[in-house]
């Protein structure tokens, strides 16, 4: 399983960052997609996620501006993230949720986006 | 929602000593939903441990985790050239994820 984001790199403060992620070698289906961010020499944060049905969770601190996206019939899945500011700016990954109701971890991960907003 | 800590910030030792990283949850974790990954610098993470202590495909035994409730171990045994990076736990409950601030090993 290959995970491929893709988006704009630059995003002006107060406009919304728009990604995708690809996933190619297996199907969407029957997962759980996440998206997570990593600002530049810091930690992982998690931003949400989604079944392949759409049924969507996200994190409380970020939940007012996400929003996810899943497209089936092209194995991709997609993040918009509104009214950005400069605490935005990060590396962008989208990764697989393996959960078998017994265990629940990012088991694939794509290589990563920097998303950076300016001002 | 579950606050992660983890200890030390920074370890810094030498190719072929232990390493042992904490890391501690502000509520109980279920053991079968505590990760750890590794990240290299410009890498995305790659997971290492799952369900607390079981190994990744293709993770080496020098590689262990342990530990219930909230109190979580990952021990490196005898530290290769290619560990030093930093490490990250994680965890899942109520449908969030949190992951913890990370420990950076490196070499002394």
């Known amino acids: 399983v290959q995970l491929q984001e893709s988006g704009p790199g630059l995003v002006k403060s107060s406009e919304t960052l728009s990604l995708t992620c690809t996933v190619s070698g297996g199907s969407i289906s029957s997962y759980y997609w996440s998206w997570i961010r990593q600002p530049a020499g810091k930690g992982l944060e998690w931003i949400g996620r989604i079944y392949s049905t759409g049924n969507t969770n996200y994190s409380p601190s970020l939940e007012s501006r996400v929003t996810m996206s899943v497209d089936t019939s092209k194995n991709r899945f997609s993040l918009k993230l509104t009214s950005v500011t400069a605490a935005d700016t990060a590396v962008y990954y989208c990764?697989?949720?393996?959960?078998?109701?017994?265990?629940?971890?990012?088991?694939?991960w794509g290589r990563g986006t920097l998303v950076t907003v300016s001002s | 929602e579950i606050v992660l800590t983890q200890s030390p910030g920074t370890l810094s030792l030498s190719p072929g000593e232990r390493a042992t990283l904490s890391c501690r949850a502000s509520q109980s974790v279920y053991s079968s939903y505590l990760a750890w990954y590794q990240q290299n610098p410009g890498q995305a993470p790659r997971l290492l441990i799952y369900g607390a202590s079981s190994r990744a495909t293709g993770i080496p035994d020098r590689f262990s985790g342990s530990g219930s409730g909230t109190e979580f171990t990952l021990t490196i045994s005898r530290l290769e050239p290619e560990d030093f990076a930093v490490y990250y736990c994680?965890?899942?409950?109520?449908?969030?994820?949190?992951f913890g601030p990370g420990t950076k090993v490196e070499i002394k």
């Open positions: 994680q965890q899942y409950a109520s449908s969030v994820f949190t």
């Open positions: 990764a697989r949720v393996y959960s078998n109701g017994w265990s629940y971890y990012f088991d694939y």
